[in-house]
């Protein structure tokens, strides 16, 4: 989330490429994490909302 969060302040103050930079790399943490738990059923709802929020990340 951290990368996340520092990704929309500097596009806020108009950095197009840090940003950039920064939501990619929010992007592979959130999706390493949602590969860590993909087979795992048990670890629902938190398996979920990783995978949506990597896929959000790229928007």
């Known amino acids: 989330m951290q990368w996340a969060e520092a990704a ?3 596009r806020r103050k ?3 490429a840090e940003a950039r930079d920064l939501s990619s790399s929010a992007y592979d943490l959130k999706w390493s ?3 860590e738990l993909r087979d795992s059923l048990v670890s ?3 398996r979920s909302v990783l ?3 990597a896929a959000t990340q790229t928007l």
């Open 8 to 10: 929309f302040v500097v």
């Open 14 to 16: 108009g950095h197009l």
């Open 51 to 53: 995978f949506r929020s």
């Open 33 to 35: 994490a949602a590969e």
């Open 44 to 46: 629902e709802p938190s």
